[in-house]
């Protein structure tokens, strides 16, 4: 069964639909961006209204150069100003070509396409970082990292569902929890010229 975004659904369709009017893009043009079928952006567009799968909203979000979370849980108002800022290019892509020097993320790159079309700056920069004869990369290999990221990216996803709805206070103890248990670790990974250290 396929997951499915909780909570009120017009509002987020509306915004969508808003923010892709302010983009200036039809709605063929960005049933194009977002990759998804023609039929469902005009249902995001004009109805019915129904629940959106996480992986339309994933798309939609994708394309609009928005994160999940901040398309569902951000006003309009705060996301309009974005949509004036021209729409992320594929730098991201090209900066890990330009850069990748190991041949194992070279091989990666060039076996998997899509998924590094995928990746955020931040993701890119983690992986570049990871380079190095005998280092990150070499050891455990390009692939446990990028699934880390993915691991990472969807945990985000859930916890930004999550805190919309009556399970926000579980959802914050339990990350509570969680932080107090490894500031330990993160302390002792903190050098002595770094502040609070």
Wanted: proline share 7%; with cysteine; glycine share 6%.
């Amino acid at each position: 069964m396929s997951e499915t975004v909780d909570g009120a659904d017009l509002p987020l369709c509306s915004k969508i639909a808003r923010l892709v009017q302010e983009r200036g893009w039809s709605q063929d043009e960005f049933a194009r961006r977002a990759d998804l079928n023609r039929l469902t952006v005009r249902n995001i567009f004009v109805g019915p209204v129904r629940k959106l799968h996480h992986a339309t909203v994933r798309a939609c979000a994708r394309a609009l150069g928005l994160t999940v979370y901040d398309l569902q849980a951000l006003p309009l108002e705060k996301l309009l100003p974005k949509m004036h800022l021209p729409p992320p290019a594929s730098d991201n892509v090209r900066l890990l070509y330009e850069q990748a020097t190991q041949p194992e993320l070279l091989a990666w790159m060039e076996s998997n396409p899509n998924t590094a079309r995928d990746l955020s700056q931040h993701e890119v920069d983690e992986l570049l970082s990871l380079q190095g004869t005998g280092g990150p990369l070499t050891e455990l290999g390009v692939e446990h990292f990028v699934k880390l990221i993915e691991r990472r990216r969807k945990i985000l996803e859930q916890a930004a569902i999550i805190s919309g709805t009556e399970y926000v206070d579980m959802l914050e103890q339990f990350v509570e929890l969680l932080f107090e248990k490894i500031q330990p670790y993160c302390n002792r990974a903190k050098s002595p010229s770094e502040p609070g250290a």
